[in-house]
T-cell receptor, first 111, second 113 residues
Framework: QKEVEQNSGPLSVPEGAIASLNCTYS??????FFWYRQYSGKSPELIMF????GDKEDGRFTAQLNKASQYVSLLIRDSQPSDSATYLC???????????FGQGTILTVHP | GAVVSQHPSRVICKSGTSVKIECRSL??????MFWYRQFPKQSLMLMAT?????????EQGVEKDKFLINHASLTLSTLTVTSAHPEDSSFYIC?????????FGSGTRLTVV
């Protein structure tokens, strides 16, 4: 079974700190990886995607990919209370463009 | 940007009835749409892949006769939950591919009473 695993948390960080979210995947054929943020009762919002080894930065967010270790992470710098949400990691496999989601990590940023 | 409009946002139905959920791509053509289900405090689980003009492909364990998917045009895919039961109560979300990314509908909260 092709899986995506996340540390389920909940993760709690103070405002202004760095939040680190981790994800591993089992399908070595996965090519692209996505991080989504989901607020309660809402659909997921794309934060960023990454498909090359290394780091990719977008504002306060940095995604890191290590294909050899089958590991993806998301760093959120200067965390804000509005960042409090569930963060979903997803991997794009080789089958017909299907995304496989992790179980999500609940992040709480407290003032 | 690409927008997928999903309706209704909330629906309550009686056990044994059917409910139709619609997803429309507003400013692009969606050859493929994906339907997900999300139970409380759980992640998104792919139910089926919907392709315009052909039969949907269902994931293992998803009853195709219960969850009817129709993708009759490049901008509209529908999911019909037939003979709904309380255990079908969930958050249903559609998604379409667009320029290598994925755009999600706003979701439908189905409650079967």
């Amino acid at each position: 079974q092709k899986e995506v695993e996340q540390n389920s948390g909940p993760l709690s960080v103070p405002e202004g700190a760095i939040a680190s979210l981790n994800c591993t995947y089992s399908d070595r054929g996965s090519q692209s990886f996505f991080w989504y943020r989901q607020y309660s009762g809402k659909s997921p919002e794309l934060i960023m995607f990454i498909y090359s080894n290394g780091d990719k930065e977008d504002g306060r967010f940095t995604a890191q990919l290590n294909k050899a270790s089958q590991y993806v992470s998301l760093l959120i710098r200067d965390s804000q209370p509005s960042d409090s949400a569930t963060y979903l990691c997803a991997a794009l496999g080789t089958s017909y463009g299907k995304l496989t989601f992790g179980q999500g990590t609940i992040l709480t940023v407290h003032p | 940007g690409a927008v997928v409009s999903q309706h209704p946002s909330r629906v309550i139905c009686k056990s044994g009835t059917s409910v139709k959920i619609e997803c429309r791509s507003l400013d692009f053509q969606a050859t493929t749409m994906f339907w997900y289900r999300q139970f409380p405090k759980q992640s998104l689980m792919l139910m089926a892949t919907s392709n315009e003009g052909s039969k949907a492909t269902y994931e293992q364990g998803v009853e195709k006769d219960k969850f009817l998917i129709n993708h009759a045009s490049l901008t509209l895919s529908t999911l019909t939950v037939t003979s709904a039961h309380p255990e079908d109560s969930s958050f249903y979300i559609c998604s379409a591919t667009y320029r290598g990314g994925y755009t999600f509908g706003s979701g439908t909260r189905l409650t079967v009473v």
